[in-house]
């Protein structure tokens, strides 16, 4: 149990609830940020969209494998991400890569070329990664 600060109230709280907390904020963050979208930096190229196609695609096969932890804990499969915790719940993995999608698209929206072609490629590298592992650990895509 840990005490947080959340609108101005003192709250004891547990660590899923704070979690909780942390994904609400983000999204209703996400939610007030949607209409400045209009407001992008550059012109998308084909490039960047298939940078994108594939970034999005990535992030929701990890998300698959991420989601096949839940099923297989009692294998001793556990999460690393610090965000998640060792042994998220189903809700919360889909309302991180959820957030972690919309993020992803928004962000790209709002950079330069340049700047979008550096950042899709490195979410490229990470979810390739992070793939790479789970599929090396034995986990499956598990919608």
Partial sequence: ?????VLGVLKHTSEIEVKEVIMKTLII?????????????DKWTKTEIGLQ????????????????IVDREDEGYYELNPLLGKHPSKGAINTYFAISVASNIL??????NEGRKWWLSSRIIISGYLINNNYGVGLKVNF
């Avoid at 149990?1 to 600060?5: L, P, Q, R």
């Avoid at 963050?29 to 930096?41: D, E, G, T």
């Avoid at 962000?107 to 330069?112: A, K, M, P």
């Fill in 1 to 5: 149990m840990e005490d947080i600060f």
């Fill in 29 to 41: 963050i996400l939610i007030l940020l949607f209409p400045l979208s209009s407001n992008a930096a």
């Fill in 53 to 68: 196609v594939l970034s999005t695609g990535l992030q929701i096969i990890d998300w698959g494998t991420t989601l096949d």
């Fill in 107 to 112: 962000l790209s929206h709002f950079l330069s």
